[in-house]
């Protein structure tokens, strides 16, 4: 991996990135020093411009950020640290140094989640996803197995656009389903964690 220090005066940033959320962590900087500390030790390392000396993170905390993956970018003067933060990241006590949660984030299907609590905690006649939460488990159950045999019989033939629609259909019902079982999609990613593991 080639680094341009120069470029920055000897320091490139670092954004940190949790290996299996992938939320971002924290930013830090590291010279050419903490660059191989981190590679050699398998802990984040940083030249604290502070301090003015290298810095591991939990050094004082024991919150280590341990190395999983390291990349840099087009330009040669960014790194991309993704590691296993060990305890909260930021030294305010929060899990990133944006307030934020480090908590597994699925894109659009977060907020498709969160359209289905919210159509779920406050019902509404007009609302297909609080009619079905009303309908009970029995007829929300349906609605999966309806849409699944669809998805299959899609399957067989050669239109990609029902194909696709008919997945998004039963992939909006399971997310229906798991909300009203209790369960969320990060419950589900955690199994699939786990049987990767083995």
């Known amino acids: 991996m080639e ?18 959320t992938r939320a971002v962590l924290m930013l830090g900087y590291m010279n050419e020093e903490a ?33 999983e993956d390291m990349k840099v970018d087009c330009d040669r003067d960014t790194l991309l640290v993704r590691a296993r933060p060990q305890g909260p990241t930021c030294h305010t006590g929060t899990d990133t140094c944006w307030k934020e949660e480090n908590t597994s984030h699925f894109g659009f299907l977060s907020v498709l989640e969160d359209v289905i609590s919210d159509r779920r905690a406050n019902t509404s006649s007009k ?17 999966v197995g309806e849409e699944a045999v669809e998805v299959v019989i899609e399957a067989k033939d050669d239109n ?18 798991l909300q009203a079982k209790g369960y969320t999609l990060a419950d589900v990613e955690k199994i699939l964690r786990e049987r990767h593991k083995k």
Do not use: C
Not at 127 to 143: C, E, P
């Open 3 to 20: 680094i341009d220090f120069n470029k920055g005066g000897g320091l490139v940033p670092a954004v940190i990135q949790d290996a299996e």
């Open 35 to 67: 660059w191989k500390k981190t590679l050699e030790t398998g802990k984040v390392t940083f030249f604290s411009r502070s301090k003015q000396r290298l810095w591991t993170k939990g050094e004082e905390s024991g919150n280590f950020l341990y190395l």
């Open 127 to 143: 609302s297909y996803v609080s009619s079905l939460f009303n309908a009970g488990m029995n007829k929300i159950a349906q609605k």
């Open 160 to 177: 990609e656009d029902l194909f696709l629609n008919e997945s998004a259909d039963l992939l909006f019902h399971y997310l229906i389903l």
